[in-house]
């Protein structure tokens, strides 16, 4: 549309309303939801399953190809298991207390698996395989119901409320944060490799994976001492408990990009706004990243990914970087801060008004209708940037450091009030501003050293990048650092009652690292598609806002609801990345590369049972990133 680069491709798939999955006269009764959760839904990348979380039960669906519409019905209905019973608590939901708080599949060793955190402080893993293996042999009851041969392959409870999840592939660890202000990792027993055939059944029924985790030891222990010696487990499976934080931590992630095989890396955000890169084997604070400057609720930490520099598309100017020209930036202490927030107004189909406005009559000449279009005449005047040659190469210049932002757009602390009997869990007793607290174990003393991955992190509407990340006893104040924001990318002008503070909070992060995305959900009921950019001349890290979903035109069609997200998952398209199930139709070379980049899936799901997909997809003529656009499927 115009833009000076080679834009993301996304197109709609299809649109589900709740009378079209749950008609009136139709068998099948739609599921009740649990509110006020972070994402519940997900997508199998290496089978055509699709997973949601309703309260403590998880529903399986086959999406069709190509419109990835799901049934009404489930291919399975899993009851969660309880790790214990009479736990005592606070719960978002005293009648429901084993309701999931957090879906997420990812790869454990060889294994994909689907966990789930749960408001009672259980967290529960199963194999996809176990799950899809279970269909397929077709022995569920009538009901749909779980069938008893599912096993779990971790049942755990945390103590307090459990909502953050992280796992890491190659070190065989499952992270949980919780409402206890502390992060409990779980490190799997190791084993030799798996080969071929080293799956067997286990007493139950259930497929088991054998080799690569020891799967069948019930017992979990904490070490006496911590050392590099744990990384060499392989009688014991090992529970670590990491303590720091003083306030409720939503969201934690892993390094998987390679560069960190064994685990060492954890990162953890709390609802302060403070950031801590954990050491795990050394159960030490590498170092405490403050994420603005102001310490309030205001900018809690939602969401966290760790992401590989590599994934990052090669750029030459500062449009291609940063999505505009105009570029705000200041340097010092703790490193140079480049604010694009005004890239937000650049971006084609996409509404600064909530579509809520066309309900209540936006036509031209109804007191909403000029309300409407002054909000949008007010927006565009401050987002306007200069009429300049958008192509010109020549960056001898850096950004204008002057520009200004109206205060609609930036943060307010005042406007922030944290709901009393819902999701108030996450929440403390005071809603001040929170005084910073020194980690409980000192940081490091080893040389300074910078980390190997990137730290992308979003609040209740604000969305940062950091990287060249040190740490060490000299580092400690983060010099050097540089830090890309973007405000309120996600927000728009709703008119009062459509919702309530609660989703406003952008609490969905996903990764498609081979095409260079991350895609964050804001609760309200948007997505943003964001491309991770390196700037060769400037040797600077950045990123560009591609594509805010639902589009304009589908708002003003009443594609939208006037509802919360539930969940937004992402994953390979059937046939591409050997979905189970599939005809799979990607070509390789004689090094098993794929030729072509594979297409995604993605699938916004909203508390009314609406669902819109959408297809993602990179030209292969968009080249330019670390990974040579080369993507091994193991």
Same mark, same amino acid.
């Given at each position: 549309m115009?833009?000076?680069?080679?834009?993301?491709?996304?197109l709609?798939?299809?649109?589900?309303?709740?009378?079209?999955?749950?008609?009136?006269?139709?068998?099948?009764?739609?599921?009740?939801v649990?509110?006020?959760?972070?994402?519940?839904?997900?997508?199998?990348?290496?089978? &055509?399953?699709?997973?949601?979380?309703?309260?403590?039960?998880?529903?399986?669906?086959?999406p069709?190809?190509?419109?990835?519409k799901?049934s009404?019905?489930?291919?399975?209905?899993?009851?969660?298991?309880?790790?214990?019973?009479?736990?005592?608590?606070y719960?978002?939901?005293?009648?429901k207390?084993?309701?999931?708080?957090q879906?997420?599949?990812s790869?454990?060793?060889?294994?994909?698996?689907?966990?789930?955190?749960?408001?009672?402080?259980?967290?529960?893993?199963?194999?996809?395989?176990?799950?899809?293996?279970?269909?397929?042999?077709?022995t569920?009851?009538?009901?749909?119901?779980?069938?008893?041969?599912?096993?779990t392959i971790?049942?755990?409870?945390?103590?307090?409320?459990?909502?953050?999840?992280?796992v890491?592939?190659?070190?065989?660890?499952?992270?949980?944060?919780?409402?206890?202000? &502390?992060?409990?990792?779980f490190?799997?027993?190791?084993?030799?490799?798996?080969?071929?055939?080293s799956?067997?059944?286990?007493?139950?029924?259930?497929?088991?994976?054998?080799g690569?985790?020891?799967?069948?030891?019930?017992?979990?222990?904490?070490?006496? !001492?911590?050392?590099e010696?744990?990384? +060499? +487990?392989? =009688?014991?499976?090992f529970?670590? /408990?990491?303590?720091?934080?003083?306030?409720?931590?939503?969201?934690?992630?892993?390094?998987?990009?390679?560069?960190?095989?064994?685990?060492?890396?954890?990162?953890?955000?709390?609802?302060?706004?403070?950031?801590? /890169?954990w050491d795990?084997?050394?159960?030490k604070?590498?170092?405490?990243i403050?994420?603005?400057?102001?310490?309030?609720? &205001?900018?809690?930490?939602?969401g966290?990914?760790c992401?590989?520099?590599?994934?990052?598309?090669?750029?030459? =100017?500062?449009?291609?970087?940063f999505?505009?020209?105009?570029v705000?930036?200041?340097?010092?202490?703790?490193?140079?801060?480049?604010?694009n927030?005004?890239?937000t107004?650049?971006?084609?189909?996409?509404?600064?008004?909530?579509p809520?406005?066309?309900?209540?009559?936006?036509?031209?000449?109804?007191?909403?209708g000029?309300?409407?279009?002054?909000?949008?005449?007010?927006?565009?005047?401050?987002?306007?940037?200069?009429?300049?040659d958008?192509?010109?190469?020549?960056?001898?210049?850096?950004?204008?450091?002057?520009? /200004?932002?109206p205060?609609?757009?930036?943060?307010?602390?005042?406007?922030?009030?944290?709901?009393?009997?819902?999701?108030?869990?996450?929440?403390?007793?005071?809603?001040e501003?929170i005084?910073?607290?020194?980690?409980?174990?000192?940081?490091s003393?080893s040389?300074?050293?910078?980390?190997?991955?990137?730290?992308?992190h979003?609040?209740?509407?604000?969305?940062?990048?950091?990287?060249?990340i040190?740490?060490?006893p000299?580092?400690?104040?983060?010099?050097?650092?540089?830090?890309?924001?973007?405000?309120?990318?996600?927000?728009?002008?709703?008119?009062?009652g459509?919702?309530?503070?609660?989703?406003?909070?952008? &609490?969905? /992060?996903?990764?498609?690292?081979?095409?260079?995305i991350?895609?964050?959900?804001?609760?309200a009921?948007?997505?943003?598609?964001?491309?991770?950019?390196?700037?060769?001349?400037?040797?600077?890290?950045?990123?560009?806002?591609e594509?805010?979903?639902?589009?304009r035109?589908?708002?003003e069609?009443?594609?939208?609801?006037? !509802?919360?997200l539930?969940?937004m998952a992402?994953?390979? !398209?059937?046939?591409?990345?050997?979905?189970?199930?599939?005809?799979?139709t990607?070509?390789?070379?004689s090094?098993?590369? !794929?030729?072509?980049i594979?297409?995604?899936?993605?699938?916004?799901?909203?508390?009314?049972?609406?669902?819109i997909?959408?297809?993602?997809? +990179?030209?292969t003529?968009?080249?330019?990133?670390?990974?040579?656009?080369?993507?091994?499927?193991?």
């Amino acid at each position: 549309m115009g833009r000076a680069w080679k834009e993301l491709g996304v197109l709609p798939c299809s649109h589900q309303t709740p009378a079209d999955r749950y008609p009136k006269n139709g068998d099948v009764r739609a599921p009740s939801v649990a509110w006020f959760r972070n994402n519940l839904t997900a997508l199998s990348q290496c089978r &055509n399953l699709f997973f949601a979380a309703y309260y403590g039960q998880i529903y399986v669906y086959k999406p069709e190809f190509p419109s990835q519409k799901i049934s009404s019905k489930p291919e399975m209905i899993i009851d969660i298991p309880r790790a214990s019973l009479g736990l005592r608590g606070y719960y978002i939901n005293p009648a429901k207390p084993h309701s999931v708080n957090q879906l997420v599949i990812s790869d454990l060793g060889h294994e994909e698996i689907v966990a789930v955190t749960c408001d009672n402080g259980d967290v529960v893993a199963y194999t996809t395989r176990s799950i899809y293996d279970a269909i397929e042999r077709d022995t569920l009851d009538e009901s749909g119901a779980q069938s008893p041969r599912i096993r779990t392959i971790l049942l755990r409870n945390v103590g307090e409320s459990a909502w953050g999840l992280a796992v890491h592939k190659a070190a065989r660890l499952i992270a949980v944060s919780s409402n206890a202000h &502390n992060v409990t990792v779980f490190a799997f027993a190791l084993c030799r490799e798996p080969s071929p055939d080293s799956l067997h059944e286990s007493d139950e029924g259930g497929p088991l994976p054998a080799g690569n985790i020891s799967l069948g030891l019930e017992e979990w222990v904490q070490p006496l !001492v911590y050392s590099e010696s744990l990384l +060499r +487990r392989s =009688t014991c499976n090992f529970v670590i /408990v990491l303590e720091a934080h003083t306030y409720n931590i939503p969201s934690i992630a892993f390094c998987n990009t390679g560069a960190d095989p064994t685990g060492r890396y954890l990162v953890s955000t709390d609802i302060g706004g403070l950031i801590f /890169v954990w050491d795990i084997w050394q159960r030490k604070v590498l170092s405490d990243i403050t994420a603005h400057p102001v310490r309030s609720l &205001n900018y809690a930490g939602w969401g966290l990914a760790c992401l590989d520099p590599r994934s990052c598309r090669l750029s030459n =100017t500062v449009l291609e970087t940063f999505g505009c020209q105009d570029v705000s930036y200041r340097s010092g202490i703790p490193g140079t801060v480049y604010n694009n927030t005004i890239s937000t107004n650049a971006v084609p189909d996409s509404s600064a008004l909530h579509p809520a406005f066309i309900k209540i009559g936006n036509a031209p000449g109804s007191a909403a209708g000029i309300a409407a279009v002054a909000e949008a005449q007010l927006l565009a005047q401050f987002f306007e940037s200069d009429d300049e040659d958008t192509n010109d190469e020549d960056e001898s210049e850096e950004p204008d450091s002057t520009a /200004v932002y109206p205060t609609s757009l930036q943060n307010d602390s005042s406007m922030f009030n944290p709901p009393i009997g819902t999701d108030a869990i996450l929440y403390d007793s005071e809603h001040e501003a929170i005084p910073k607290r020194q980690a409980s174990s000192a940081p490091s003393k080893s040389p300074i050293s910078t980390l190997p991955f990137h730290i992308f992190h979003t609040s209740k509407s604000d969305i940062r990048l950091m990287s060249n990340i040190r740490y060490g006893p000299s580092a400690e104040n983060g010099t050097g650092r540089n830090t890309v924001v973007c405000q309120s990318a996600l927000n728009q002008k709703t008119p009062p009652g459509v919702l309530t503070s609660w989703a406003e909070r952008l &609490n969905m /992060v996903l990764q498609i690292p081979e095409l260079g995305i991350v895609a964050i959900a804001h609760q309200a009921g948007r997505v943003a598609l964001l491309t991770m950019t390196k700037n060769l001349k400037k040797d600077r890290f950045g990123f560009r806002l591609e594509w805010i979903l639902p589009f304009r035109t589908q708002e003003e069609a009443g594609i939208r609801p006037d !509802v919360a997200l539930l969940g937004m998952a992402i994953g390979p !398209v059937q046939g591409c990345g050997k979905l189970s199930g599939s005809a799979t139709t990607e070509r390789r070379d004689s090094k098993g590369f !794929v030729n072509e980049i594979r297409r995604f899936r993605l699938i916004l799901t909203y508390y009314d049972h609406t669902i819109i997909s959408y297809e993602i997809w +990179r030209s292969t003529a968009d080249s330019g990133s670390g990974t040579e656009d080369q993507i091994l499927l193991l």
